[in-house]
């Protein structure tokens, strides 16, 4: 697997869709980590995340959902939900290789100083919020890529 932190393609990515500002920005309207939903069911997530247009299936082997928008064919995300965080794991394709990280990796590819945290949520109505938000980032760092390397 490629090492993406020095991956100057996915840093001009970054930059180009203003991904650090938009992260930290979800972060710091979504960080009650007290006030979090604890086990939020699974029926509910899916059903918030297939209302939003994508594409959903649970691994169970990993407890995790494999999320996939029909606008953005080559780039997926591993969604894990679990105490009210979210953390998201943008996977995509290049050539032969697989390269994915999380959003909070991807933070420090962009150029943050640390690891900007997960977002929680408190229900379901925020969980959709969030999830509105970061598919927004994928999708745009998608149609980024496309353009620049298609």
Same mark, same amino acid.
């Given at each position: ?11 001009? =990515? ?6 650090? !500002? ?11 980590? !007290? ?17 939003q247009g994508l594409v959903v299936k649970f691994m169970s082997k ?15 995300i591993h969604l894990d939900v679990k ?10 394709? !290049? $050539? ?10 991807? $933070?420090?590819?962009?150029?943050? !100083? *640390?690891? =900007? ?8 109505? *925020? ?7 970061? =598919? ?9 890529? *496309?353009?620049?390397?298609?």
């Amino acid at each position: 697997m490629k090492n993406i932190e020095n991956d100057k393609k996915l840093k001009d =990515i970054l930059d180009i869709v203003n991904f650090l !500002e938009r992260f930290t920005d979800i972060r710091s309207q979504h960080d009650d980590i !007290e006030g979090s939903m604890k086990n939020p069911d699974k029926k509910e997530i899916r059903s918030i995340m297939e209302g939003q247009g994508l594409v959903v299936k649970f691994m169970s082997k990993g407890s995790y959902f494999l999320v996939k928008s029909k606008d953005s064919p080559w780039a997926w995300i591993h969604l894990d939900v679990k105490r009210g965080k979210v953390e998201f794991i943008l996977c995509f394709e !290049e $050539s032969t290789e697989i390269i994915g990280t999380t959003y909070s990796v991807l $933070s420090l590819v962009a150029g943050a !100083e *640390e690891r =900007i945290k997960n977002p929680f949520f408190k229900d379901y109505e *925020e969980f959709g919020v969030v999830l509105k938000k970061c =598919i927004g980032i994928m999708k745009d760092i998608n149609n980024c890529y *496309e353009d620049m390397y298609n």
